[in-house]
């Protein structure tokens, strides 16, 4: 099963626009989330010491926790700074076995961080010079590199501000 061709294209994109017109509201129409931010997300990694390497050394967040997981006995949970307040967190299950990482229903398809146009660019030039194979911006998105981190993750280093897509204020 492929992407949807002519037809069933045309209805998709219908059936879109359909959604647009019940459910979004213009900014002053919208109202008041309920939410009060992310606190934190949490994966499952593989491997503890190579995920915050990955994290930390690599991409710059800051690791800023790393417990027993009060679930788990011999689990860490550990967090790391990824800016405003956000914490990206991460389990291990010793003695657990975990399929790899792959796109579902209900599963991450991929995880956006912002980053300033400064960042970007450091962090292509470390991506090449570490050989880690990327996609971006040469492929048409030039804001974007997705890259996978250890555990198979999908990350997006997105030169865009929060609260924007595609230079679009959204609130």
């Known amino acids: 099963m492929g992407e949807p061709q002519g037809k069933e294209l045309e209805a998709v994109r219908a059936r879109r626009e359909e959604l647009r017109a019940a459910y979004l509201r213009e900014p002053g129409k919208r109202p008041e989330t309920t939410a009060a931010g992310v606190h934190h997300v949490a994966f499952i990694c593989r491997d503890v010491e190579e995920t915050i390497r990955f994290y930390q050394e690599f991409l710059g967040f800051p690791l ?55 960042q970007f660019d450091a962090a292509k030039q470390r991506l090449d010079a570490a050989g880690t194979e990327y996609l971006g911006p040469d492929r048409g998105v030039d804001n974007s590199l997705y890259i996978r981190d250890p555990n198979g993750l999908n990350l997006e280093l997105y030169r865009e501000r929060l609260g924007y897509f595609e230079g679009n204020a959204l609130f």
Do not use: K
Not at 85 to 114: C, V
């Open 64 to 118: 800023v926790e790393l417990v027993e997981n009060r679930d788990y006995a011999g689990s860490s949970h550990f967090f790391f700074d990824i800016g405003h307040g956000n914490l990206l967190g991460f389990f291990d299950f010793p003695g657990h076995e975990h399929p790899e990482q792959h796109e579902t229903i209900g599963g991450l398809q991929h995880m956006a961080l912002s980053v300033t146009a400064e």
